[in-house]
């Protein structure tokens, strides 16, 4: 990863219509409304040369709040977050520059513990 930029982010989503079935959820998700701006998302203990680094979730910098309805433990459609984590690597010699894209998806539910 020497010489390569780290670049992640997430944007708020509606989710919608969760089933949870033996294959796992299915649900429907689109533009939150209205349309949040992307929170960057931080990367730290980069080390290039293992090819390692750590991504940094901060709920704190999300603007998830405790009166949101999407967060009660009742909830129909939780909060969900779609993202991604995007490695650039520079070109070197004859290899054009190039990028590799993780894609993200969170879907936060309350556990219905309220802590005071």
Same mark, same amino acid.
């Given at each position: 990863m020497t010489g390569a930029?780290?670049?992640?982010?997430?944007?708020?989503?509606q989710?919608?219509?969760i089933i949870d079935t033996r294959n796992g959820?299915? +649900?429907d998700i689109a533009d939150y409304n209205p349309t949040p701006a992307a929170i960057p998302l931080t990367i730290t203990n980069i080390?290039?040369?293992?090819?390692?680094?750590?991504?940094v979730i901060d709920a704190g910098a999300w603007s998830l709040m405790s009166t949101d309805p999407?967060?009660?433990?009742?909830?129909?459609?939780?909060?969900?977050?779609?993202?991604?984590v995007k490695v650039s690597f520079p070109a070197a010699g004859s290899t054009p520059a190039d990028d590799m894209v993780i894609f993200l998806? +969170?879907?936060v539910r309350s556990d219905g513990v309220v802590v005071l």
């Open positions: 930029t780290i670049d992640a982010q997430i944007v708020r989503r989710v919608t219509n959820l299915t +649900f080390n290039a040369a293992a090819g390692t680094c750590t991504l999407q967060l009660e433990i009742n909830a129909t459609s939780c909060v969900g977050y779609s993202g991604r998806l +969170f879907l």
